[in-house]
């Protein structure tokens, strides 16, 4: 009997020493469960913040490098196009020995329904005077100095009405003269006028400048588009492209010496 006592109070001690501590695990289990689960969301949002910040640095490190590399490329093509009209120019200068060219870039444009000039970055003082004539450097008339300044010098082109230029068509011999084509619809191009009432004027046949004392022989204005005759009836006229590539027209040589015929 005494054994079996002692069985039992040492039963109920150890069951009344246990249920503490189970009641302490039944409480402290969720929170210990809570505080890890809010553990490893503090370290996803550390992870996310973290790999966003080297991603956004990783981005701006290749936007930078793409800005580079466009800026490279750009600085390519223009070389690309300089080499290029200087290579262009030395063939010209090699046909025409007695011109005497100033390179000048175009700084800005100024141009409407009726007029159409530029201004470039060139001026008295590296010799440009007024009615020179400004050209590509594959000779093609681009138009004339009407305005100088010390560092700087107005072009009107060959688009603009107001400008008249003697010429002639290269495979005909045709006489008439040029200016920028003032009819609607036909902005951009250029107008050959008083040509002969019986004159066979083909498309693509090449104008060029008949010479007078502002141009010279055989520069080129631009290439027959259309033809008809004029408002009177008496006389023809012909709607040319000019040879100049006025959309990308970045760079122009002025004539400021030539020998005259």
């Known amino acids: 009997m005494t054994v079996v006592l002692a069985v039992v109070l040492a039963l109920t001690g150890t069951a009344a020493d246990a249920w503490p501590q189970r009641a302490v695990q039944a409480v402290m289990t969720p ?9 490893r969301q503090a370290q996803k949002i ?15 490190e290749l936007k930078a490098r793409i800005a580079e590399i466009e800026n490279d490329a750009r ?23 007695d011109f ?27 010799g440009i005077t007024v009615d020179m004539v400004a050209m590509t450097a594959q000779g093609e008339v681009v138009g004339l100095v009407t305005e100088v300044g ?15 230029i003697s010429a ?24 050959m006028d ?12 090449q104008v060029v400048t008949a010479g007078s004392t502002l141009y010279p022989r055989d520069l080129i204005l631009g290439y027959v588009a259309d033809a008809g005759f004029d408002e009177t009836g008496v006389a023809k006229y012909a709607l040319l ?16 010496h030539y020998v005259h015929e």
Do not use: C
């Not at 550390?46 to 701006?60: D, G, P, T, V």
């Open 100 to 126: 005497t060219l100033a390179s000048a870039y175009i700084i800005t444009w100024d141009s409407n329904d009726w007029t159409s000039s530029f201004t470039i970055n060139k001026g008295s003082g590296s």
């Open 194 to 205: 008083y040509l002969p009432t019986d004159a066979v004027i083909r498309n693509q046949e």
């Open 241 to 256: 492209t000019p040879a100049a590539d006025f959309e990308n027209l970045e760079q122009v040589f002025i004539l400021t």
């Open 31 to 39: 929170l210990r469960a809570g505080v890890t689960s809010l553990t």
């Open 168 to 191: 002639n068509i290269s495979s005909s011999g045709y006489a008439g003269m040029v200016q920028g084509a003032y009819t609607t619809g036909a902005e951009g191009m250029l107008r």
């Open 75 to 97: 600085m390519t093509d223009t070389l690309l196009r300089e080499n290029q009209r200087l290579r262009e120019l030395t063939e010209l200068k090699e046909e025409r020995e």
């Open 150 to 164: 010390s560092n700087w010098a107005t072009v009107t082109t060959v688009l603009d009405s107001a400008l008249e």
């Open 46 to 60: 550390y992870s996310y913040i973290f790999r966003y910040e080297a991603l956004e640095a990783e981005n701006q």
